[in-house]
């Protein structure tokens, strides 16, 4: 009898009783089906926190009113342009100088200067003058209640009941600015008023024109940004049909890359690598090219950007040659050492592109959590914008008339406003007199800083959560494809679908415990931002540096959290475990192989960021040579711009934005085949009871296989 070897199915093995056969089910094809919910607590926390985010919204929707964000408010809190002020909508400022000693933080701390709701602005220029103390009143701008026919001019003005001196002046966003005259008129402006008096303040401080000038000169930088605004808005309106062109081609360009990449991927990955290098390359020599060509010359460089900036041509080609030179070497050597790294990133990005290329609808799959991120950002703030405005409403004093006599407001309000002092209280609906009370003034809603805190930690929760669910989601279609032994046949109808399923289905809880980590942290974070801001002028390093070594800490906590929770989402999406035993076991995995992981994950995210920025730089120089006119039989279709850097920068960040959505998925498909990858190996020995499931060129290219079962025949 002759011995022949014969290939025998692999399910027969199955029914062998071998401790080869624990822990490898290949019958599950893909992720684990038989699942049950995880994390339910958490889930709960967290429905509890979104009920409490609905609370908010609606005492926010029905206490606040961001119109009234608009009107300005004198020194009282008065609101100007309702209530009684309804006829006085525009905020005068006492003294100007007090307010340019603040500098450009005068428009979020505000004006140390009394302000008086005004009915129009000043139309003409006005200066106290000591000697001339029985002047005409008529011409004085005091504050409310003042009755200034029992009062001397210069008693008004030392008083700081009236205004020393103004200017004639413009409504800009219903402030009264001297946007006329005074920014031309230098140190002659002692002689606007036609005489030339000494300009004393409410302090009785002498001014002369530098003092002036020095006090306005926020408002003029203020106003050249305003115009400046005004020109990038009208770049933005008269270009943007070509803006979204450019954005469309970048969607074109992303998607013809990955196209590309689903065939040769490896060419594609290797040519980024080359291209990437040669740029640098190429910029260095056309640097020191340009430098020996403008050596001696003394020529200039004028660039006009917002600002005219110029430079000497020699020394910029010089300073560019050396510094393109030097990130030209850094470059090269750093591809050289990977080189072999790079070829198991190649190998894991083929693995990659032809799990994408299998399932295409994921590619379109991250303009759901990106819309949802863009609610969630739109509902924080709506929400903070009403907290905000929670208060601002104009009421009246003292004692209001109710149906049976009498109440002092401030009785009341003690005694109905317990909870929220500033709530605004009404009348029972069987009062017939009027409401009761309300707010005296704006700024006193000391609570809503807790709703606000409240509102931005569940910002936070919110765009991780929906961060999270993108991820897992996209991890189960991925582990579907790579678990599935037979790629053509073991794959699942619709991947993608059943992932989402699974995961809205099962693991709600685990990605609420997940994102809610990584939110406490990024609160903490916003606190200690707050923190660094009032300690700026602190003269205490101690506590700076502390703070500093903080939020260097919490920094790299958050991106620690942010690197387990995704390999945690990786694994709940294999196994549907919960959170912190798919945790533990996506840290084990990656602690066993730490070198390898942290390599090739730097090195794929390095290599998906040239990818990157290879659509961005082609989008961006169609987009220069088409708005800067270079395009010649394009000529007719480019607008007439004040900036015509503008559309440029929006087509270039949007285009980032749409490639970052696209490589976003190949990123995730790495991350999620290199993690299977690694329990594939942890797991699995090649044998015909625990065969690889990576493909082959993986398995050359680390030098295992599977081995084929024998038997006698």
């Known amino acids: 009898m002759t011995m022949s070897t014969v290939d025998i199915p692999l399910d027969i093995y199955l029914l062998a009783d071998t401790p080869l056969k624990k822990g490898y089910d290949p019958s599950r094809q893909g992720p ?119 009062k001397r001019v210069d008693q008004l003005v030392l008083d700081k009941d009236c205004a020393a001196y103004y200017f004639k002046s413009e409504a800009v966003i219903n402030r009264c600015l001297p946007i006329t005259e005074i920014l031309d008129l230098g140190k002659d402006i002692v002689n606007i008023a036609g005489k030339n008096h000494t300009i004393v303040n409410n302090d009785n401080k002498t001014l002369d024109g530098g003092d002036i000038n020095y006090g306005i000169k926020v408002f003029d930088a203020f106003l050249k940004a305003k115009e400046i605004g005004d020109k990038i808005i009208a770049d933005v309106v008269a270009s943007w049909w070509m803006m979204l062109i450019g954005l469309v081609v970048a969607m074109v360009i992303s998607m013809i890359w990955i196209v590309l990449m689903r065939w040769i991927s490896g060419f594609m990955i290797w040519l980024t690598v080359l291209l990437f290098v040669a740029l640098w390359l190429a910029l260095t020599i056309c640097c020191w090219y340009l430098y020996f060509q403008n050596k001696g010359t003394n020529e200039t460089l004028t660039v006009y950007l917002i600002w005219q900036l110029s430079f000497e041509k020699e020394n910029l080609f010089l300073a560019g040659g050396i510094i393109f030179g030097v990130i030209f070497v850094i470059v090269f050597f750093i591809m050289l050492f990977l080189c072999q790294r790079i070829r198991i990133a190649v190998a894991l ?43 601002r409403a104009p009421q009246p004093s003292g004692n209001f008339t109710l149906a049976n006599g009498t109440t002092d407001i401030a009785k009341y309000k003690s005694d109905v406003e317990n909870l929220f002092e500033r709530i605004p209280c009404e009348s029972s609906q069987n009062d017939t007199e009027g409401k009761l009370c309300g707010f005296l003034k704006y700024g006193k809603g000391d609570y809503t800083i807790y709703l606000q805190i409240f509102n931005l930690f569940m910002f936070f929760w919110l765009v991780n959560f929906v961060s999270a669910l993108g991820q897992l989601t996209l991890s189960g279609a991925f582990s579907s494809y790579y678990w599935a032994f037979d790629k053509s046949k073991d794959i699942p109808a619709l991947p993608l679908l059943g992932a989402f399923y699974r995961c809205f289905r099962y693991h709600l809880g685990s990605l609420a415990f997940g994102s809610l980590l990584i939110a406490i942290v990024q609160i903490i974070r916003a606190f200690l931002e707050y923190l660094d801001s009032k300690l700026k002028a602190s003269e205490n390093p101690v506590a700076k540096f502390f703070l500093k070594c903080l939020k260097c800490c919490f920094w790299c906590l958050e991106k620690i959290l942010k690197f387990l929770c995704k390999n945690a989402y990786i694994m709940i999406a294999v196994y549907g475990k919960n959170f912190c035993t798919s945790a533990k076991r996506a840290f084990e995995l990656i602690l066993k192989n730490c070198v390898r992981a942290f390599v090739l994950d730097k090195v794929t995210d390095f290599l998906f960021f040239v990818c990157k920025l290879m659509v961005v730089g082609a989008v961006g120089v169609i987009a220069y040579f088409f708005f800067d006119g270079k395009i010649t039989f394009l000529n007719q279709y480019t ?21 970052d959505l696209f490589f976003s998925v190949y990123e995730m498909a790495v991350d999620t085949i290199f993690l299977c990858f690694l329990d594939d190996i942890e797991r699995n020995d090649g044998s015909p009871e625990k065969p690889y499931f990576m493909g082959k060129d993986l398995m050359k290219l680390l030098g295992k296989k599977n081995v084929k079962p024998k038997a006698e025949g």
């Open 639 to 659: 607008p007439m711009l004040n900036f015509y850097f503008v559309p440029i920068i929006v087509v270039v960040i949007g285009a980032y934005i749409i490639a």
């Open 349 to 391: 990005i083929g693995h990659g592109s032809r799990a994408v290329g299998s399932m295409w609808s994921t590619l379109f799959w991250p303009l759901v959590p990106f819309v949802l991120q863009l609610g969630v950002v739109a509902l924080w703030g709506c929400i903070a914008t009403f907290l905000l405005t929670i208060g």
């Open 32 to 150: 684990k089906r038989k699942r049950s919910c995880t994390d339910v607590i958490c889930c709960l926390i967290f429905i509890i926190f979104l009920g409490g985010l609905v609370v908010v919204a609606y005492f926010a929707f029905v206490y606040g009113d961001p119109q009234l964000l608009i009107y300005p408010r004198d020194s009282n809190g008065n609101l100007c342009g309702l209530g009684k002020y309804e006829n006085k909508k525009y905020l005068f400022f006492f003294d100007l100088v007090e307010c340019g000693r603040v500098g450009p933080g005068v428009f979020l701390t505000g004006c140390p200067t009394p302000q008086v709701c005004v009915a129009k602005c000043p139309d003409t220029d006005y200066i106290f003058a000591e000697d001339l103390v029985t002047q005409n009143k008529s011409k004085l701008i005091c504050k409310d209640g003042v009755e200034t026919s029992k």
